[in-house]
């Protein structure tokens, strides 16, 4: 949960930020202490009940959180020698109690963490104060400043949380599985109907106009994509609720992209103006190499190509391949490469060299998985992309990094472009998670400085701060050894954020 913000300014920045550092830490051992505190009460009462188990489990809650906390020693003692209760009938009632005394300590701990939140924010800790807040959300779910932050507003008929765009949006339209409609079409839609250039028409013919007719694809619309594609809508809106979940974690990773008032109103979802990404997916990719030479002509690369992104129509398009997990791999580094150029205004013409910067972020995004519901970057160390960049260092010792950062736009594409995308892929990961992240926000900032039009040829050594010195050599000494080394320890899905954890 601790972001390399803290881990590096706590060795290297200046004394402001270490003493903010300072601060937020002993901020948070209070609230734990507090936590600890109320688990320790709950504790006792277990024990007093009989509820030997229960007890036992907020004793390694406890120890979980802080295991110098002072009564500790005090209420595992209590527990071990209190009695099992053995009629059910009160276990079950005092197990209801439980769980009623449990979430008021969650609670209340979600209303400090909330108040801590909101401190980190005012001195820029935005990914802090963001991953803070979700973490009360996991606990107390029903915490109304948390939902607030993160721009939430609460549906009273179904008395659950939604997005401020949704809640806006349910006004005058319903959700089905194909995606939103408008309420005043309600009983069109019960019969079967389906709307078609201005018309309501039966599903089967619109059916077989849609799924033929590359210009007339289904369309949906989510909060920020518009997916359209002839493999049908139901498939078109579970595609865009994969791009909503995708695009939340880009800006929790990306937020340093931007400048810190724009980083932050993306993260907090509350954008100036709400832009529309357009993804175009096709059913095969038959459909899309006769679509990319309908609309891109005979172009080599992109025939070769698994999907692209095109910045003169601000379109991402890929097909459906037989392999879900390729599909999954490109529709990312697409949309990827969609998100950095739509969300801020781009003038990449202007950069010298490094073009590897830009298709090594999207290959690099690949390597991103979702495990037990967390998304964890650069989790996939084993795709053969990596392995590819991995076998080749391996056996080409002379690789220099400096010469790879030389390489202008048209090389990249025509000498090499296969091995120019493994390798970049590869070097992002390293600058992302080289050393607990140490190189990753210092790495963002280049990347925005290129997508700015400010990097030159060996901008790389100057953004980079490595540690020790050493320029491009040193660097490439680093990323080597990672490299040779990547695998032998998988990186470990993000432990839930525990409150342990925002002390570091
Ligand atoms: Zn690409």
Request: proline share 2%; with cysteine.
């Amino acid at each position: 949960m601790v972001d390399a913000q803290t881990r590096r300014s706590s060795k290297t920045r200046l004394s402001r930020d270490e003493q903010i550092e300072a601060a937020l830490r002993k901020r948070t051992r209070k609230i734990q202490d507090q936590y600890c505190r109320d688990l320790v009460r709950v504790a006792n009462w277990a024990a007093l009940q009989g509820l030997k188990k229960d007890a036992a489990a907020l004793v390694k809650k406890i120890s979980g959180i802080n295991p110098q906390y002072p009564k500790l020693e005090d209420i595992r003692e209590k527990v071990e020698k209190a009695e099992e209760e053995s009629d059910t009938a009160k276990n079950e009632k005092n197990g209801k109690s439980l769980l009623t005394r449990l979430k008021s300590a969650d609670k209340k701990q979600g209303v400090e963490l909330v108040k801590l939140a909101t401190g980190c924010m005012k001195v820029g800790l935005f990914t802090r104060a963001f991953d803070m807040i979700n973490y009360v959300l996991e606990i107390s779910p029903d915490d109304s400043k948390a939902r607030k932050i993160l721009g939430y507003k609460k549906d009273t008929k179904t008395k659950t949380w939604i997005s401020t765009w949704e809640y806006n949006h349910r006004k005058k339209n319903f959700i089905t599985k194909e995606g939103w409609f408008e309420k005043k079409k309600k009983k069109d839609f019960d019969k079967g109907l389906r709307p078609y250039k201005g018309k309501w028409i039966s599903a089967e013919r619109e059916k077989s106009i849609r799924t033929r007719n590359e210009y007339a694809p289904y369309t949906v619309k989510s909060e920020h994509f518009e997916v359209q594609t002839n493999m049908g809508r139901e498939r078109a809106w579970e595609f865009a609720l994969k791009l909503e979940d995708f695009y939340t974690q880009f800006f929790r990773v990306f937020i340093g992209y931007y400048d810190q008032i724009a980083g932050a109103r993306l993260l907090f979802n509350r954008p100036e103006t709400k832009k529309m990404h357009l993804v175009i997916l096709f059913p095969n990719r038959n459909d899309y190499l006769t679509h990319v030479k309908q609309e891109k002509g005979n172009d080599k690369l992109l025939r070769e190509s698994a999907g692209f992104y095109s910045g003169s129509d601000r379109k991402s398009r890929f097909y459906w391949s037989d392999n879900e997990e390729e599909t999954y791999r490109t529709f990312y580094h697409e949309v990827a490469h969609q998100l950095f150029a739509e969300t801020k205004s781009t003038r990449s013409g202007g950069s010298r060299g490094n073009n590897w910067v830009v298709e090594g972020i999207a290959v690099y995004i690949e390597t991103w998985k979702k495990i037990k519901g967390n998304w964890v970057p650069g989790y996939e160390i084993d795709n053969s992309r990596m392995r590819i960049a991995q076998r080749f260092l391996a056996s080409n010792g002379d690789w220099s990094l400096q010469g790879f950062a030389h390489i202008d736009n048209d090389q990249f594409h025509k000498v090499n472009r296969g091995l120019n995308y493994c390798l970049a892929g590869a070097l992002c990961h390293f600058f992302m998670h080289y050393n607990d992240e140490v190189y990753k926000e210092d790495f963002v900032r280049f990347l925005s400085a290129y997508y700015m039009g400010k990097v030159g040829n060996d901008s790389l050594a100057e953004y980079i701060k490595i540690e020790g010195g050493g320029g491009f050599n040193a660097l490439e000494k680093q990323f080597k050894e990672y490299m040779a080394t990547l695998g032998e320890k998988k990186p470990e899905p993000e432990a839930e954020a525990d409150p342990e954890d925002l002390d570091d």
